[in-house]
């Protein structure tokens, strides 16, 4: 599904309005009646007398609060619109959809009366043009929302007032909706990090902008669903044997981290790799060797043995617990530049990419094959020389950033991974929970893309698809639990395949 930003939707709108001749008021009408739908199918159409509090600001968003408020009002809810601004700041259509209400004999209060006895409350004080902090009436407005009794549906329109459409970061005061009926197409902030936060259950209403003006407009943002992601899945042939399926060489292991190792490797297997083959100092094959079934090992004692180790096979995944020393480090960025089949780097082979700079960013420009970038926020932050905080305050762009300026593609970790391509393309993935907040998640994920470029997956689908397979398996291995505390990176594994069963 295509996702706008708060600019992207401002110029649909725009377009549809001035150059389709869809009025400004169609829209609204068209928004307002998509909400109410919603709210009368989570009532179970109980509306006749249903309390109903509409709190509305002065701009469009409270435009398509009036036309809520009048619409409840008409199939028989007890409604009250409470009003945050003066009412000459309303104009335009919005100031039409008020006049409407009023003469309809609609009760008005001033917003920071009332919102007790509510058992809906709706907000439609701030829409997606929020840019500064919120402070004053607005902000009392919010926490009034927020205070109501826990048993209020809040219900946000568009957009949880406060929140950054774009980013998914709070303007101070933000209103923590129950559910939240967007307008046209999802906005970035309402499925990424923190924002979903906010957004309770998340719906989106046709407003009536015509179905090929998104594509027309060149909008590059997506979120990950699984209509989308389950033809990606690589066909099983039934007369396939583990040649078919590919042979995938993991670079990973040390003193320490042989669990690394086999925790990517293992979840290669499980996730339809053919053939599996852990590549580790001759030190730690040593100690794989006795912990593997399926796996096959392999050491090395230099780089060109670890280079004539990656011929052959179809993908290549680097980096889970290798060592941190100069040599490896020197080495990373020669396999970064010279193999020739589809790589998925990770963990501590980022972190040697981030510790050689520049010479790191030129040798994936001048990649033999595809390279795929999985960091977690703060691997992210020493491959750009920035800041933690600053890539979880704009996780797309960043994510997109480094996509362009490496070549590469990239799938930063994390609450709502994102995936991005060096050509511009992004997408959102909303599968997972907090139970992958744990150590070998992220092994698991890179085991998991290599064996889907091995088995044949194109770059830039096998990281979509692992993406959402990846959380989809720890949503599976949550079922049935009370919690996500205690999930282990082998309990994410054990559920891959079915996770794939799309």
Known sequence: MLIATADEMRELDRTTIEEIGIPGLVLMENAGAGVVRLIAERMKGALAGLPVGVVCGA????????????????????????????????????????????????????????????????????????????????????????????????????????????SGHPHGSCVRADMTVTMGLPKPGLVSAPGFEWVGDLYVVDIGIPRALPGQKGLRTWLLERAEVAPLVPARPRGGHKGTFGHLLV?????????????????????????????????????????????????????????????????????PGIPTDDAMQRLVVRLAA????????????????????????????????????????????????????????????????????????????????????????????????PGLATAGTGDVLTGLTGALLAQGAPPLDALRLSAYVHGRAADLALAGRRSPRGLLARDVTAHLAAALDL
């Open 59 to 166: 701009g469009n968003n409270g435009g398509d609060g009036f036309v809520i408020a009048r619409q409840l009002y008409n199939r028989g809810a007890d409604v009250r619109i409470y009003l945050a601004a003066a009412r000459d700041r309303v104009s335009g259509d919005a100031r039409t959809n008020l006049n409407v209400a009023e003469r309809m004999g609609i009760p008005f209060a001033p917003a920071l009366d009332g919102l007790a006895g509510e058992r809906v409350i709706v907000d439609a004080l701030l829409g997606t043009g929020l840019r500064a902090e919120v402070q004053g009436p607005m902000a009392a407005a919010i926490e009034r929302i927020n205070a109501a009794p826990r048993k209020a549906l809040r219900v946000a329109v568009d957009i949880p007032s406060g929140l950054d459409a774009d």
């Open 338 to 433: 010279e193999v020739e089949v589809p790589m998925v780097v990770d963990a501590d082979g980022l972190n040697a990419l981030a510790a050689s700079g520049a010479a790191a960013h030129a040798a994936l420009r001048r990649a033999k094959g595809p390279r795929l970038l999985t960091p977690h926020p703060g691997e992210m932050a020493r491959l750009l020389s920035t800041t933690t905080e600053a890539v979880q305050a704009d996780r797309l762009g960043v994510a997109r950033r480094l996509a362009a300026a490496t070549g590469s593609l990239v799938a930063l970790k994390g609450a709502r991974t994102v995936v991005a391509a060096p050509d511009g393309r992004a997408y959102i993935n909303p599968t997972g929970n």
């Open 251 to 319: 670079i990973a292991g040390s003193r320490g981290k042989t669990g690394a190792a086999l925790l990517c490797g293992e979840a290669a297997l499980r996730a339809g790799a053919g053939l599996v083959t852990v590549a580790a100092r001759p030190d730690v094959q040593s100690v794989l060797e006795r912990r593997v079934r399926e796996l096959m090992t392999a050491g090395y004692a230099d780089e060109d043995a670890l280079v004539r180790l990656c011929q052959g096979k179809q993908a290549v995944a680097l980096g």
